[in-house]
């Protein structure tokens, strides 16, 4: 399965936007992006999922790249909840045996 | 509609014993995903059931973890023999039948210590 890049750690302040890349220069045709977050403590929880066009839902945006190579998770707003570890992972739809978790990105929002 | 639920929340044992994790899935949820997490990494898939059935069980270490999820009660996931590199939070997750949302409901976690 095509793995992802991210940063390991990105910083924000609160009630400001934060867009947090993901590079996945070996994605396949039938490969969806899909975020999930893991709070401190917590299991991981669903964020957004894409395929081609970009997706908004109430948590989040997800922008992707024309040539799908990478994609950006938009948060519009950041609050002190939104603190967590962010993951990109690429997998066909619903094969979630196949997720790859990585290391993610660790999402620190300062008040 | 209660969420994935998994027990025990923390579980301690001693090095050669057994440990039991259980996990009841989200109500109407048929598929059953076990993730390992070691600590300051990122999960790893181990076992993917259906009720009464191993679908993937690839991520699987060969010897001494098994899984089940039978046709009445929580998916189990046993750790025979425990050794302290088995110390971990371990994750389960549902889903409906594909289909339909595409999304993974994770727990809250069991986390082993071995002492």
């Known amino acids: 399965d095509a793995k992802t890049t991210q940063p390991n750690s990105m910083e924000s302040n609160e009630e400001e936007p934060v867009h947090l890349p993901c590079n996945h220069s070996?994605?396949?045709?039938?490969?969806?992006i899909h975020w999930y977050r893991q709070l401190p403590s917590q299991g991981p929880e669903y964020v957004i999922h894409g395929l081609t066009s970009n997706v908004n839902n109430r948590m989040a945006s997800l922008a992707i790249a024309e040539d799908r190579k990478s994609s950006t998770l938009i948060l519009h707003r950041a609050t002190l909840r939104d603190a967590a570890v962010y993951y990109c992972?690429?997998?066909?739809?619903?094969?979630?045996?196949?997720?790859?978790f990585g290391s993610g990105t660790k999402l620190n929002v300062k008040p | 509609n209660a969420g994935v639920m998994q027990n025990p929340r923390h579980l301690v044992r001693r090095r050669g014993q057994e440990a039991r994790l259980r996990c009841s899935p989200m109500?109407?949820?048929?598929?059953v995903y076990w993730y390992r997490q070691l600590p300051e990494e990122g999960l790893k898939f181990m076992v993917y059931?259906?009720?009464?059935?191993?679908?993937?069980e690839s991520g699987m270490p060969k010897e001494r973890f098994s899984a089940e999820f039978p046709k009445e009660g929580p998916s189990i996931l046993r750790i025979q023999q425990v050794v302290r590199g088995d110390s971990a939070a371990y994750f389960c997750?549902?889903?409906?039948?594909?289909?339909?949302?595409?999304?993974?409901?994770f727990g809250e976690g069991s986390r082993l210590t071995v002492l």
């Open positions: 992972i690429l997998s066909k739809l619903y094969n979630f045996n196949k997720f790859y």
């Open positions: 070996t994605i396949s045709g039938t490969d969806y």
């Open positions: 997750a549902s889903s409906p039948s594909p289909g339909s949302t595409g999304e993974l409901f």
């Open positions: 109500k109407g949820h048929s598929h």
């Open positions: 059931l259906q009720k009464e059935n191993i679908i993937d």
